[in-house]
């Protein structure tokens, strides 16, 4: 447990290496399944910088990257579904393969957005890889094609994600204050 100058406390989840392995292992499966063809990876800022990183290391095709802003959060650690764009794609991506790089899938609202808005440029495909599959809390049906781990329960930080802007620069994952329970928690909710 982690006890930082604030009254929040952080429990490691995932270390820095077992991060490492399974960034490796989803590098490999892309670079298999794409064989020689050129992948265009698009982060979603700010959570996906550092996965999107170490992934892009781990993928032996010739690659170009890009990112989108999109927000479905501010403060808060619940999705309204209200999802903001401030920064659109520069490449062209008509007839080309995509794959999508997100930190979290909770809801799906924002990478179902997302997915809708990149198939209007026509590429030729659309994937997702996520660090982190929140399955059991989707309110509309999406996939990921890559899946980094599978967590639904608890508010993660740490490797790129936030709680209100502090934490991303952690090298683990971790459970944000795993003790607290706000009024009227339920035990399906976070
Ligand atoms: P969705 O639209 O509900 O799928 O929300 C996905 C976004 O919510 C992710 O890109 C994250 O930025 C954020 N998010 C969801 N769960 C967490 C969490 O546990 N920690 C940090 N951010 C989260
Ligand atoms: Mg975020």
Not at 87 to 104: A, T
Not at 111 to 133: F, M, Q, R, T
């Amino acid at each position: 447990m982690v006890h930082l100058n604030t009254t929040d406390e952080l429990m490691e989840i995932i270390s820095p290496t077992t991060i490492a392995d399974r960034v490796s292992e989803l590098g490999a499966k892309i670079t298999n399944d794409y064989h020689d063809r050129p992948l265009i990876l698009i982060g979603i800022l700010k959570g996906a910088f550092i996965f999107m990183a170490d992934l892009a290391r781990c993928i032996k095709l010739p690659l170009k990257i890009d990112f989108v802003r999109l927000s479905s959060y501010g403060s808060k650690t619940e999705s309204s579904g209200g999802i903001a764009f401030s920064k659109d794609i520069e490449l062209d991506i008509k007839g080309l393969d995509v794959l999508v790089v997100e930190d979290i899938i909770d809801t799906g609202y924002t990478i179902n957005y997302l997915k809708e808005v990149l198939k209007l440029h026509e590429p030729a495909s659309v994937g997702i890889c996520c660090l982190i599959d929140k399955k059991d809390r989707r309110k509309v049906p999406v996939e990921a094609d890559y899946i980094g781990f599978d967590i639904s329960h608890g508010f993660l930080v740490g490797y790129g994600l936030d709680f209100d802007e502090q934490y991303r620069y952690l090298p683990g994952i971790y459970h944000l204050n795993p003790g607290y329970k706000p009024a009227g928690f339920k035990p399906s909710e976070r």
